[in-house]
């Protein structure tokens, strides 16, 4: 089993800055791809950002590209998600999940491992 625990989230005014950081552990951890989704409230579960098993590849939604950074350190098996310039609708609870086999992917299903959560609320 894998188990994974995201922490750094908050709260933070429009236009400021978080890191979220995703700590791995289990038995069964290798360095999986890995990806951030995020849910509103009343909204489904969202793609945010996935990065590859040895970081060299990243992928984005839309709506987070060139203000999110996602990168990982598999010495310390984190992942984060730097996010940058935040915007009141980009308040949600954010979950990281590793993928357990194939590349990077920005479907949720296609996910084997979740976090609990970490809440971000922006204030406008």
């Known amino acids: 089993q894998v188990q994974l625990v995201e922490s750094g989230g908050g709260l933070v005014q429009a236009g400021g800055s978080l890191r979220l950081s995703c700590a791995a552990s289990?038995?069964?951890?290798?360095?999986?791809?890995m990806g951030w989704f995020r849910q509103a409230p009343g909204k489904e579960r969202e793609f945010v950002a996935a990065?590859?098993?040895?970081?060299?590849?990243?992928h984005y939604a839309d709506s987070v590209k060139g203000r999110y950074t996602i990168s990982r350190d598999n010495a310390k098996k984190t992942v984060y998600l730097q996010m940058r310039g935040l915007k009141f609708e980009d308040t949600a609870v954010y979950y990281c999940?590793?993928?357990?086999?194939?590349?990077?992917?920005?479907?949720?299903?296609?996910?084997?491992?979740w976090g609990q959560g970490t809440q971000v609320t922006v204030s406008s």
């Open positions: 990065i590859s098993w040895n970081g060299g590849t990243t």
């Open positions: 289990g038995r069964t951890y290798s360095p999986f791809p």
């Open positions: 999940a590793a993928r357990a086999g194939g590349g990077l992917s920005p479907h949720l299903y296609e996910y084997d491992y």
